[in-house]
């Protein structure tokens, strides 16, 4: 037979899990946040490797010698 108290004790654990998603949930922003930090940085990284590598090409298309692409 469900009783008062029961139904009290069963609302306490979903209170308490309630609390514990919420709680996942902030966890997993602030990590969301971090990642998309990391992907900003990386892609960044990206960006400055090709730019790095057109200035080494250029620098040998000045100096007449054949660049990768025109082989």
Not at 4 to 29: F, Q, Y
Not at 37 to 59: P, R, S
Request: one cysteine or more.
């Amino acid at each position: 037979m469900i009783t008062k108290e029961t139904i009290e004790e069963r609302k306490s654990v979903i209170a308490g899990d309630v609390e514990t998603v919420k709680t996942r949930l902030v966890e997993l922003d602030k990590r969301r946040e971090a990642d998309t930090a990391l992907v900003n940085a990386l892609v960044g990284a990206l960006q400055q490797c090709d730019a790095f590598l057109k200035e080494f090409d250029d620098e040998l298309s000045d100096d007449g010698n054949e660049t990768s692409d025109t082989k």
